[in-house]
C-alpha cells in the first residue's frame, strides 16, 4: 500500500505539468493602434518676483517679499506677458533678511611711510586775470528832521492836514480827503517835494520816531491818535501810494497836553518792506481821533529815521 501511493503521487505531479503546458498558447499579434486623444488645455508659466523692503511685517531687519502666481491674466490681467499683476498673484511669502552683525575688530595700523624729499620749485606761473572788486551789502539809516514845528490837523475827527518831514525841514498838504494815495505834483511857490529816490534795491526793517509839542492843546474828553505812514511812487509819476498804514507809534493824547510835552517809539515791521531802486521814497505825519466831533491841531518838533538793509550780493 504504501509503494502505490507514492506512484501515484507521482503519476499526479506529472500530469498536472502537462496539462499547464497543454492550455498555455503563444503571445498574439499586437492590435490596431487607437486614435488620437484631444489636445489639452495650453499651459501658463509659474512666475516668482522678488520685491525688498527695509521696513516688512515680522521681519526685524527687512527682507523680500516673494509673490508667486500663474501668468494666465486672472482679475483684469494680461496672460501669457511675463509679468504677474495683481491678479494672478496666488501667494506671497516673506524671506526675512538676518540681524546685522557686529562690526569686526579694527584691523592694526600700518607703518608709516617715508618723508618724500622736497621737490625743486616749479617755474612761476602766469598772473591771472584781476577779478570783479568785492560786493558789499549795505546798513545805514535815513534820518529826518522837521526844522520847524509841523502842525497836523483833523477835521471830525479824520486826517485833515497832514506833514511829510524831511531833512531839516517839512512841507504840508492841506484839506487831505484820502490817505490812500497822496498827489504830489504840486504848483510854483509851493514846498511839497519831501520825498528821496532809492539809489539801490533795500528793505525797510525799523522805523523810529520822536515828537516834542510846542503849543499847548485841550482835547477835555476826546483823545488824539499820531503815527507815521510810509508812501512810495515808482515809474517816475509823482502819485504816491501808501505801503504802510499809521504805525500810531505815538502814544494817544487826551486831556490838556502842555508844550514840551514828548514822546517816541521804535517799530519793526512783521515782514520787512522792499523799496526797490528807483523809487521815491515819503514820510507822512497824521493824526485822527475816534470822537466824529473832534476838530484839533497839533504842532511840535519832528524828529525820524528808516533803517534800511541792502541785501548782500551772492
Known sequence: MREVRR???????????????????????????????????????????????????????????????????????????GVLEAGEIDDTENLCDGPTGPDGAGGPGGPAGASGGVGATGPAGATGAAGDPPALGFDGLVTYASGSPIEISTVGGVPDDVAMPGFGTWAQLVNIDDLGTLDLSGSPGRSVNAA??????????????FFSTTVSLALGASSLEYGVALYV???????????????AGFSALTGTVDPG?????EFSPPTPIPITAGTRLLMVIAASSTDPTLDATLEGYFSGSLQLEEPTPP
Not at 528821496?196 to 520816531?209: E, L, Q, V
Not at 515808482?234 to 504816491?240: A, E, S, Y
Open 233 to 247: 511812487a515808482t515809474g517816475g509819476d509823482n502819485t504816491f501810494e501808501v505801503i504802510l498804514d499809521s504805525v
Open 7 to 81: 506512484l501515484g503521487g507521482v503519476l499526479g505531479g506529472l500530469l498536472g505539468a502537462w496539462l499547464l503546458q497543454a492550455c498555455s498558447g503563444s503571445e498574439g499579434a499586437a492590435g490596431p493602434a487607437g486614435s488620437e486623444g484631444a489636445v489639452g488645455a495650453a499651459a501658463h508659466d509659474a512666475l516668482i518676483e522678488g520685491q525688498r523692503f527695509y521696513v516688512l511685517e515680522g521681519c526685524p531687519s527687512g527682507g523680500v517679499m516673494l509673490s508667486m502666481g500663474t501668468d494666465d491674466g486672472s482679475a483684469g490681467g494680461t496672460a501669457d506677458n
Open 261 to 265: 510835552t514828548t514822546d517816541s517809539f
Open 196 to 209: 528821496f529816490m532809492m539809489p539801490f534795491d533795500a528793505t525797510i526793517t525799523k522805523i523810529s520816531g
